[in-house]
């Protein structure tokens, strides 16, 4: 079973030792390389490079630059489930504490927080890349610089898709708009998969339990069915490769997408709506709409469909 790599570089926190990162990623299971835990020389208490590997395939390399307290772990041959993984089980540089060091008065802070950015190519860090442009201690004037000009071109790709995306969820409003006058018959006619939907859908590991799944769901003949006082139409979208991360799309999803992101081909757009009466602030909402070409299938809350292989 050929599963896509997953390659995003890991940001740990700069005060996690690379002791407690070994004894970490042992856990986890993966083992030192004994290239580098082989030396002639009494190795230094924090290397500036090291490899780790797993029984599953995948290599980890870790670097360390001691100037500005950076440890990053690059994978190589994971999965986005082991990707996942590691993740969770590392203390990784968090969306706040990244922030607070882009904002600290410590030139350190500001070095790392820009290499960070760069590294993870967050879009979210533009604009106080440009700032720091104009920093006091030419050294952070210079990185941001650098990081400012490369994260541009993922700023302008982040929002060229939240234009796309927009467009794509104005389209589909007629549609979901008729949904609730269907009957299951009707419904399902409109929104059950093909038995070829659910490869073009789910990742390989995930396909044949999805399919058992949603076979017993579509058996009980759903429909949807708002209040008779609904008539607002809320619409929402994200490709499922965004759905890993806390992000502008993402959301707008349920929580639990984010434990099942990683069996979802990435490239493969998902929808959430809702129907509410004007002047309430909730109503009917539903996800797991997705489109495939001219068509739309529906795979409602994947996270409980899917429980038995969340990472």
Not at 124 to 141: N, T
Not at 253 to 260: A, I, K, L, Q, S
Request: aromatic share 8%.
């Amino acid at each position: 079973m050929q599963l896509r790599p997953f390659s995003d570089p890991i940001v740990l926190q700069p005060e996690v030792d690379f002791r407690r990162l070994s004894v970490a990623l042992a856990s986890l299971g993966y083992e030192r390389d004994a290239a580098g835990a082989i030396v002639r020389e009494p190795e230094p208490v924090e290397p500036e490079q090291a490899g780790f590997h797993h029984d599953s395939g995948a290599e980890l390399t870790y670097t360390y630059n001691p100037i500005v307290r950076l440890r990053v772990l690059s994978p190589r041959g994971t999965s986005r489930g082991e990707w996942l993984k590691l993740e969770r089980g590392l203390t990784c540089l968090s969306r706040s504490d990244h922030t607070k060091l882009l904002e600290s008065d410590d030139p350190q802070a500001l070095l790392l927080g820009l290499f960070a950015a760069d590294l993870l190519e967050e879009p979210a860090f533009f604009e106080r890349a440009l700032q720091l442009r104009s920093h006091g201690e030419r050294a952070v004037a210079e990185v941001a610089a650098k990081v400012s000009a490369s994260l541009e071109s993922h700023a302008r790709a982040r929002s060229k898709a939240l234009e796309l995306m927009g467009v794509l969820c104005a389209q589909m409003c007629p549609m979901l708009s008729m949904l609730p006058v269907k009957s299951s018959q009707d419904l399902a006619t409109a929104l059950e998969p093909r038995p070829e939907d659910y490869a073009a859908v789910f990742e390989p590991e995930a396909v044949e339990r999805a399919r058992v799944s949603y076979r017993s769901f579509w058996r009980g003949n759903p429909r949807i069915e708002p209040a008779a006082s609904a008539s607002v139409l809320r619409v929402s979208g994200a490709p499922a490769g965004m759905l890993l991360r806390d992000n502008e799309l993402s959301f707008q999803f349920p929580t639990g997408y984010r434990d099942v992101a990683h069996l979802l081909v990435p490239s493969r757009v998902w929808m959430t709506w809702g129907y509410e009466t004007p002047g309430e602030s909730s109503g009917l909402e539903l996800d797991g709409l997705v489109v495939l070409g001219s068509r739309t299938v529906w795979f409602p809350k994947p996270f409980r469909y899917l429980a038995h292989h969340q990472a």
